[in-house]
C-alpha cells in the first residue's frame, strides 16, 4: 500500500471538503433533527459526505468507508482498509456558530489506525498524523505529551456528567471537578481530541461516542504518547458506540482509577 500517496490525497480530499463548507455558509442551509430534538443535520453534512465517498469509491474500490451520515458501507468488520468518516464533527456549533467545527477522518487497515486527521475547518488547523511518523498542526511537529497532575490539569468534560444519570457514579465525578484545575467542553469530539493531542486538554471524556467521531483523533493522540480507551480501559472497539476517553499517560490512569466510575 502507498501510504505517502494515500496521505496525500486524502489530505487534499479534506481541504478542497473545507473549502465547500466555508462556501456552504453562502447559500440556504437546512436543518433537520435526527434521533431527538436537539440531534441536529444539515443538508451540508450529507452533501459533504457523498462527497468524500463518491470520490474515495471512484479512486479506491477496494477500500470501504464507514460516515455519520449512512452514505458510506454498511461495516461489520473491521478487516480490510476502512475510512471513517464524520463530514461535520460538531453540527450544533456549525449551524449556531458557524465555527468550532471539524471534519474528521480515520484510516484504519484490519483495525489498525494508519492515517489521522481532524481539520477545524474555519480556524484552518489542520491537524494530522501517520502511524509511527508523528503528529502535526499543519506544519509544526506537536510534541510528546508529559505527566500532568490532576491540580494541574484542564479536563473536557460535559455538564452532562454532572447531572444525575444511569452510567456514572456522580459523586466521584463532582470530587474531578473539585480536585481538578478546570474543566471545558467545546462541543465536538473531534476538536476536544486535537487539543489534548496539542497539549491544551489534559483529558476529554464522553459517555458516548461512535468510531467516525475519533478514529482520526486517535492515531493523531497516540502519535504524542495520549492513551485512548473506553472507560473499561480497553482499545476502542470502533464497531459501534462506547463511553470514550483520552488523556495523558499517568492522568488517564488516575482518572479510570479514582473518579470515572461506571455504575455496576
Ligand atoms: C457530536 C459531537 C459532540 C459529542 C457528540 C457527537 P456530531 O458529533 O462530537 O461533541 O458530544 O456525542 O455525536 O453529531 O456533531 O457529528
Ligand atoms: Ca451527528
Ligand atoms: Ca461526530
Ligand atoms: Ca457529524
Not at 436543518?31 to 471512484?58: G, M, P, Q, S, Y
Not at 478546570?182 to 469530539?189: E, H, K, L, P, V
Not at 459517555?207 to 480507551?229: C, F, K, N, Y
Request: glycine share 10%; proline share 3%.
Amino acid at each position: 500500500m502507498n501510504w505517502g500517496h494515500i496521505d496525500r490525497y486524502a489530505k487534499s480530499l479534506i481541504k478542497e471538503a473545507g473549502h465547500q463548507i466555508r462556501v456552504s455558509f453562502y447559500q440556504q442551509i437546512d436543518v433537520e433533527t435526527k434521533a431527538d430534538a436537539n440531534d441536529l443535520v444539515t443538508n451540508i453534512d450529507r452533501e459533504v459526505e457523498r462527497f468524500f465517498i463518491n470520490r474515495i469509491k471512484r479512486d479506491f474500490p477496494t477500500h470501504r468507508i464507514l460516515g455519520e451520515e449512512g452514505f458510506g458501507d454498511e461495516v461489520q468488520s473491521l478487516e480490510g482498509v476502512i475510512w471513517m468518516l464524520d463530514p461535520i464533527d460538531g453540527t450544533m456549533n456549525f449551524v449556531h456558530q458557524k465555527r468550532n467545527f471539524a471534519i474528521s477522518l480515520g484510516i484504519y487497515v484490519d483495525g489498525v489506525g494508519m492515517l489521522g486527521y481532524i481539520y477545524d475547518v474555519m480556524g484552518d488547523d489542520f491537524y494530522h498524523a501517520a502511524k509511527g511518523e508523528g503528529a502535526y498542526l499543519n506544519d509544526e511537529r506537536l510534541s510528546q505529551l508529559e505527566i500532568t497532575p490532576l491540580s494541574d490539569a484542564i479536563i473536557g468534560i460535559n455538564a452532562s456528567w454532572v447531572a444525575p444519570n444511569r452510567h456514572i457514579d456522580n459523586e466521584k465525578v463532582i470530587e474531578l471537578v473539585k480536585a481538578c484545575r478546570g474543566t471545558r467542553s467545546y462541543g465536538s469530539a473531534a476538536i476536544e481530541l486535537a487539543h489534548v493531542s496539542a497539549g491544551r486538554l489534559d483529558a476529554y471524556v464522553s459517555m458516548r461516542l461512535s468510531p467516525w467521531d475519533i478514529a482520526g483523533g486517535i492515531v493523531i493522540a497516540q502519535e504524542v504518547g495520549a492513551v485512548a480507551t473506553n472507560l473499561k480501559g480497553e482499545a476502542p472497539g470502533l464497531l459501534g458506540q462506547e463511553p470514550f476517553i483520552v488523556a495523558r499517560p499517568g492522568l488517564h490512569r488516575d482518572l479510570l482509577t479514582n473518579y470515572i466510575k461506571l455504575k455496576q
